[in-house]
């Protein structure tokens, strides 16, 4: 009776064992692409006084163009 017991546990031990999960962690075999297709758009508002105004009208060749 008592090998008949050892037997069971030796069998359900050794069935145990066989059933561990496997967690595998690997690289992917292409290489991560990021799509970012991103517009950036924005506009400049200048407010100037009049006096500042009528120098840059007279006067185009303060920021000389290179």
Do not use: Q, W, Y
Request: charged share 25%; glycine share 6%; with cysteine.
């Amino acid at each position: 009776m008592k090998i008949v017991i050892a037997m069971l546990l030796v069998t359900g031990i050794s069935g145990l064992t066989g059933c561990t999960p496997r967690i595998e962690v690997a690289a992917p075999k292409e290489p991560i692409t990021i799509n970012m297709n991103v517009k950036i758009e924005h506009e400049i508002h200048i407010k100037v006084d009049k006096d500042v105004e009528t120098l840059l009208k007279n006067r185009s060749d303060l920021f000389g163009a290179e």
